[in-house]
C-alpha cells in the first residue's frame, strides 16, 4: 500500500478548426505557440509560456462516484450513499459531497472519460504524474521514477524565474513527482509543515537572526569565489556537486527574495479569504499556491493523500475528505477568478485512478483504472462543460474516451512545451516526452 498517508490561454474554435486538429502535425509545435501566442495577445489574455499551474494531487485515487460522476439510477451498491445535486450548468450533477464546487460548476470542466489499465499505486501514480506507463509492473508501495515528472519538465523548459524554483510541491513529493534523469537541480522545492498553524514557517526562506543579510550574501561570495578553482580530479560536467550548488544557490535566492518571503506570508491575505479557503493544512496550502503562481512559480503540487479508500469511504467523504476538498478546491477556483487570475492559471486535480463500481465488505471502494474524474479550470478552457463519460453503472469510460498520453500531450501543449521533443538520459538514450497521445479537444475549442 502506499507508503504516504493511508495510502494555459487556448487555441480558439475558429484557430484550432485552422489549424486541423486532426492533422496538428501539418504545422510545427513553434507555428502552433506562435499562432496562440498572437491570439492570445490580441484578447489581452495570457501566452503559453505565461500559464503556470496548480495540480492537485489526491494520492490513492479518489473515487468518481463520490466526487463528479454519480450514478443515481444505479443499484445501491453501486452508487453508494450519497446523492446527486445540480450544479450551476443546466443537465451536469455532482455527488452531494461536492456542494460548493457544484456551484462553481460554470468555471470548470470535469473530464470523465481518461482511463488506463495499471491498478496498482505505483504504475497509476507515473503514469498521471508523468503521462508515461512505467517499463516495468509497479506494486502499490514502490516509488518509482522512470520518467520526468510534468513539474520537473517545466522546470527544465523554463528554469528559475525571479529567485523563485520553477516547480514547488507540498507537504511533501508524490512519488513520481521527481526530475529522473534531468537531474536533481529540477526536483521540487519541498513546502513543508502546516500553513494552517501560527508557527508555520518554510524552511531556507528566512535569513538566521545571528546572520545578517549582508554578512549572509559575503559568506556567499567567498564560497562562489571558492568554487571557480578549478575542482580536482574531476570535471565540473561529472562533479556531484554540481547538483548541490545548484540546490545552495536556489536556497539562498529564496533567503534573499523579499518576493519569495511575503508569498509564504499567509498573514497579509484578508481573514474571510482564508476562511473562505477553510482553516485547514490543504486549504490554507490551496491559498499558499494560488500566491505563489502569483509571483511567477510555473508550477505548483498541492498534494493531499488519504484517497486509498478501502473501507469507510462514506465516513471519509462526509467528515473530511469531501469538505476539505469541495471547500478548498471551489475556494482556488473562485478566487482565482475573482482576481483575473484564471485565464493565466491552469488548475487541475486527479489521482492515480478510480474506484471500483461495487462496494465493498467494509464500505469501501478498491482500486480502479478504467474510470476517473478529472477536474480542469483555466488557461483558456471552455467552462462548464463535461467531457466524455462512462457507462450507465460507471464501470469503464464509454465516450470520448481519452489516456493519459493525451492528458500530458494537453497539458504541455497549455503550458507551452512541445509534448512530443525527445529528450536524452543521463547514458545517451533518446527519449519522447509523450510517447504517442493527442490533444483532448475539448479543452481547446
Known amino acids: 500500500m502506499s507508503l504516504f498517508k493511508s495510502n494555459c490561454a487556448g487555441v480558439g474554435r475558429r484557430d484550432f478548426l485552422q ?21 492570445a495577445e490580441a484578447r489581452g489574455k495570457s501566452s503559453p509560456d505565461q500559464i503556470n499551474c496548480i495540480l492537485v494531487w489526491l494520492d490513492g485515487g479518489p473515487s468518481h462516484y463520490e466526487t463528479f460522476d454519480p450514478k443515481p439510477d444505479a443499484p445501491k451498491e453501486i452508487r453508494g450513499a450519497f446523492k446527486s445535486i445540480p450544479t450551476s450548468v443546466p443537465g451536469i450533477h455532482f455527488c452531494e459531497t461536492m456542494p460548493n464546487l457544484a456551484k462553481a460548476a460554470n468555471k470548470l470542466t470535469i473530464v470523465r472519460s481518461i482511463c488506463h489499465k495499471d491498478p496498482n499505486h505505483g504504475g497509476g501514480n507515473h503514469y498521471m504524474m508523468t503521462g508515461s506507463p512505467t517499463p516495468v509492473p509497479v506494486g502499490c508501495g514502490a516509488f518509482v521514477s522512470f520518467h520526468p515528472s510534468f513539474g520537473s519538465m517545466v522546470s527544465h523548459s523554463r528554469g528559475v524565474r525571479g529567485g523563485l524554483p520553477a516547480y514547488m510541491s507540498m507537504p511533501n513529493v508524490s512519488r513520481s513527482g521527481g526530475p529522473n534523469f534531468l537531474g536533481a537541480q529540477h526536483a521540487p522545492f519541498v513546502v513543508g509543515g502546516d500553513p494552517s498553524s501560527k508557527s508555520f514557517h518554510v524552511r531556507d526562506v528566512n535569513v538566521p537572526v545571528s546572520i545578517s543579510e549582508g554578512r549572509a550574501m559575503a559568506r556567499q561570495q567567498l564560497r562562489h569565489e571558492l568554487d571557480n578553482m578549478q575542482r580536482i580530479a574531476a570535471k565540473q560536467a561529472e562533479d556531484p556537486t554540481v547538483g548541490f550548488d545548484t540546490f545552495y544557490q536556489q536556497g539562498m535566492e529564496l533567503v534573499t527574495s523579499p518576493r519569495a518571503q511575503a508569498a509564504f506570508d499567509l498573514s497579509k491575505e484578508p481573514q474571510n479569504v482564508r476562511d473562505s479557503y477553510g482553516m485547514t493544512d490543504f486549504g490554507q496550502r490551496l491559498l499558499l499556491a494560488r500566491r505563489l503562481v502569483e509571483v511567477g512559480v510555473s ?42 487570475r484564471l485565464d493565466d492559471t491552469l488548475v487541475i486535480c486527479l489521482g492515480e485512478f478510480g474506484r471500483t463500481p461495487k462496494v465493498n465488505k467494509d464500505e469501501g471502494r478498491d482500486h480502479w483504472p478504467g474510470a476517473m474524474s478529472v477536474l480542469i479550470a483555466g488557461a483558456g478552457i471552455p467552462r462548464g462543460q463535461v467531457v466524455g463519460a462512462t457507462d450507465a453503472k460507471g464501470y469503464y469510460a464509454a465516450e470520448n474516451i481519452y489516456s493519459p498520453e493525451d492528458f500530458a500531450v494537453s497539458l504541455y501543449t497549455k503550458l507551452g512545451i512541445d509534448p512530443h521533443q525527445m529528450l536524452v538520459t543521463n547514458t545517451g538514450r533518446p527519449v519522447q516526452l509523450v510517447n504517442g497521445g493527442k490533444p483532448i479537444k475539448e479543452l481547446f475549442a
Open 19 to 39: 489549424l486541423g486538429f486532426g492533422a496538428i502535425g501539418g504545422v510545427t509545435f513553434s507555428d502552433i505557440l506562435r499562432m496562440r501566442a498572437e491570439a
Open 299 to 340: 508550477f505548483v503540487v498541492a498534494y493531499y493523500g488519504g484517497w486509498d479508500h478501502h473501507k469507510s469511504i462514506f465516513k471519509s467523504f462526509k467528515e473530511e475528505a469531501g469538505p476539505k476538498l469541495d471547500k478548498g478546491l471551489a475556494a482556488l477556483i473562485n478566487d482565482l477568478d475573482d482576481r483575473g
